[in-house]
């Protein structure tokens, strides 16, 4: 059984600081992962997804991978009070298998 | 822009009633999926398809069945309601198998009184 491990959190950081969500996952075969930003209420979007070991910038976004590890990470600089949501990690296994989600609190 | 609709955002429905929640996405997408989410218990897959008139069962699919007549509907039955089955529930679809993420619907909210 594939497993994907998150910090539920609470994490909280302060306006401006860079918040770091990090995931890790028990199948070392997998190829692909995603991070997805649920606000409350609301449904997962797709923020970023990584393939390759190491990181891959978006703006403000940074996801890292560590296959040998097995862990992925996802980093934002410069965070904002609306970064604040529930943050899932998600790998592919022929179907995704989602993480239980860390919640981020950005404070002003 | 790819776009997943649910039919309703909210619905209330009375123990034992047939319940149907529709799915339909406009991206020719093959693969789609229902999950239902409950606080503390994430995300949990109760049917997917990878095709038309296919369908495999997920993680909990005890109480629910699902119908794919067409490519673009994926419809979630819940055979006779219980209040156990109030959640969330989220349709979700994506290009193929392999190196794609999902596109959410904007979910359902299900209330069984």
């Known amino acids: 059984q594939k497993e994907v491990e998150q910090n539920s959190g609470p994490l909280s950081v302060p306006e401006g600081a860079i918040a770091s969500l990090n995931c890790t996952y028990s199948d070392r075969g997998s190829q692909s992962f995603f991070w997805y930003r649920q606000y409350s209420g609301k449904s997962p979007e797709l923020i970023m997804f990584i393939y390759s070991n190491g990181d891959k910038e978006d703006g403000r976004f940074t996801a890292q991978l560590n296959k040998a590890s097995q862990y992925v990470s996802l980093l934002i600089r410069d965070s904002q009070p609306s970064d604040s949501a529930t943050y899932l990690c998600a790998l592919q296994g022929g179907k995704l298998i989602f993480g239980q989600g860390t919640e981020l609190s950005v404070k002003p | 822009d790819v776009k997943v609709t649910q039919s309703s955002r909210y619905l209330v429905k009375r123990t034992g009633e047939k319940v149907f929640l529709e799915c339909v996405q406009d991206?020719?997408?093959?693969?789609m999926f229902w999950y239902r989410q409950d606080p503390g218990l994430g995300l949990r897959l109760i049917y997917f398809s990878y095709d038309v008139k296919m369908k495999e069962k997920g993680d909990i699919p005890e109480g629910y069945s699902v119908s794919r007549e067409k490519k673009e509907r994926f419809s979630l039955i819940l055979e006779s309601a219980s209040t156990n089955q109030t959640s969330m529930y989220l349709c979700?679809?994506?290009?193929?198998?392999?190196?794609?993420?999902?596109?959410f619907g904007s979910g359902t909210r299900l209330t069984v009184v």
């Open positions: 979700a679809s994506s290009l193929s198998q392999g190196y794609y993420g999902y596109t």
């Open positions: 991206m020719d997408h093959e693969n």
